[in-house]
């Protein structure tokens, strides 16, 4: 698979901002810098969470088991469709497991509105049971006689008690759908598909943390980890069934392992060991969520380009940015763009650090081009993409701390290794978020002495959509050997 990332552009020769600026800019980027003494400790600490999670309910780390039984053969065949509610798209896809770890995928894409994401939750689902009849139709498959079983990526806190069902804790990264926390996800769409006369079995809910894992361990039968860094980020692994404290199923396991779905967007809510700066509480309060999902916020792509955005705010409030100059006349207006919530996208903050143009160009072309900032100077483009690498590089050695925190918890050797499939934008497209994250592990993981051979990285590309299906595979698949196990 082709990694798309570019190398992020270090920034060529000095600033030449003024002292105030400089000293300031200084200041921030130490406040966004975690040193190697504190990575550890913030490791340490989502270590025992981990720990706490995994004994008992109701923890800040949900630690939720996912049904999810065993580990894949890359055997599997079959047609499965597959649904995706990532956070900023919803995606169909319907895939065709081959065997020998092989795969065929047909998708289509809807965008998913603030309407319908904070609106009732039956529009949503019937939203989606619309786009599901309109892809089976596309695909020809709205006539047959079999009804498709279909895995549900749905990726919110949801606590599990089957592999079809859970109950919806709780909302994150900008959803806010009304009548929906509390109820089970699954029959809100089984009951939107069944009005609408769409022949197809929800038949998995699938955490995409969880389905990423699948997909690449349907590739790479080692995969242990599977990680998300989109919109929101989370993780998940399989754990051993008799660590799982809390596990008090009446049911038999199939398997003595299962995935767990860790939810580690929470981690740290209670404000104990995260570098929590003030640009990340202000992002905090000003989000649909506040005082949760406080790790995701420092991560993920939702909540990057905001964090970068309120820093240059207060260094505009302190008149170190974008003040008077030639071209911008009224300069207390000029940035009223920038002023906009979420105005300043992740999307954009990679075009920053790709950017090895001596005079950042592309940098000045992106802002004027998207914020309407016009005229921006040389220094004030360093400065920038001086902000942009900061918060970028504590994202993905935050990362790396999960990341570290899992292999450690596993007491995964070097000589056993991993593979860990990653699946979201953020990782796919932001310039060296992949080389940060090593640069992290390498510290945390100290007995692994050639890190990106022993805990591999890679893109799950589709990761959330073939895992799902995947899921749904396994489903039917646990239903048999229970089934068999019977007699
Ligand atoms: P989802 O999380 O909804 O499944 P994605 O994995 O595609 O979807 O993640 C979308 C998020 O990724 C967006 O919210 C955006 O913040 C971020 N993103 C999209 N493109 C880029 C990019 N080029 N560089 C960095 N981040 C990006
Ligand atoms: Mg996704």
Redesign the pocket.
């Known amino acids: 698979m082709i990694r798309k990332?570019p190398i992020a552009a270090p920034i060529t020769g000095a600033i030449h901002g003024t002292p105030e600026q400089e000293a300031y800019l200084e200041k921030i980027v130490k406040q966004f810098t975690i040193t190697p003494d504190y990575l550890e400790k913030i490791c340490t600490h989502f270590m025992s969470e981990m720990d706490k999670g995994l004994n008992k309910e109701g923890q800040t780390l949900a630690m939720i088991p996912s049904y999810v039984e065993g580990r894949l053969t890359g055997q599997e065949k079959g047609h499965f469709l597959a649904l995706?509610l990532?956070?900023?798209?919803l995606r169909v896809v319907l895939v065709t497991l081959e065997g020998n770890g092989k795969y065929k995928t047909k998708s289509s894409k809807a965008r998913v509105t603030t309407e319908l994401k904070t609106g009732p939750m039956r529009d949503l689902c019937d939203y989606i049971a619309d786009c599901v009849d309109e892809f089976l139709t596309e695909e020809g498959l709205s006539n047959t006689d079999t009804t498709l079983f279909l895995g549900y990526t749905f990726?919110f806190p949801v606590l599990q008690s089957r592999i079809n069902r859970g109950i919806l804790k709780s909302w994150t990264?900008g959803f806010n759908c009304t009548g929906a926390v509390g109820k089970d996800p699954v029959m809100l769409l089984q009951d939107a598909l069944l009005r609408k006369n769409v022949p197809i079995k929800v038949a998995a809910l699938v955490n995409?943390a969880v389905g990423t894992l699948l997909s690449n361990a349907y590739q790479k039968p080692n995969t242990s980890i599977g990680l998300?860094?989109?919109?929101?980020s989370n993780g998940g692994y399989i754990e051993e069934i008799k660590k799982i404290g809390k596990w008090k199923s009446n049911e038999n396991p199939t398997s003595h392992e299962m995935i767990i779905n860790m939810e580690f967007g929470a981690f740290d809510n209670e404000r104990m060991i995260l570098p929590v700066t003030q640009y990340d509480n202000k992002v905090d309060r000003q989000s649909i969520n506040p005082h949760g999902q406080i790790f995701e916020k420092m991560i993920?792509?939702?909540?990057?380009?905001e964090i970068t955005r309120n820093i240059l705010l207060d260094m505009i409030d302190r008149e170190l940015l974008f003040g008077p100059q030639e071209g911008r006349y009224d300069c207390k207006s000029w940035s009223k763009e920038l002023s906009g919530h979420y105005a300043f996208?992740?999307?954009q903050?990679?075009?920053i650090e790709s950017d090895g143009t001596p005079e950042l160009t592309r940098t000045k072309e992106a802002l004027d081009l998207n914020l309407n900032l016009h005229a921006i100077s040389t220094p004030e483009s360093k400065i920038i993409k001086r902000v942009c690498e900061a918060v970028g590089t504590r994202a993905a050695h935050l990362a790396g701390v999960a990341i570290a925190g899992i292999v450690r918890h596993c007491e995964i050797s070097p000589e056993e290794g991993t593979d860990v499939g990653i699946?979201?934008?953020?990782y796919?497209?932001?310039p060296s978020?992949e080389e940060r994250i090593y640069d992290a592990l390498a510290i945390l993981l100290p007995d692994h002495k050639n890190v990106r051979k022993t805990v591999r990285l890679g893109l799950a590309k589709d990761g959330?959509g073939v895992g799902a299906a995947l899921t749904a595979c396994v489903a039917a698949h646990m239903e048999g050997r229970k089934k068999g196990a019977l007699g």
């Open positions: 990332a995706d990532g956070g900023t798209n990726s990264k995409d998300i860094l989109g919109t929101g993920s792509g939702m909540y990057l380009g996208v992740t999307s903050m990679s075009t699946d979201g934008s953020l796919e497209f932001y978020f959330s």
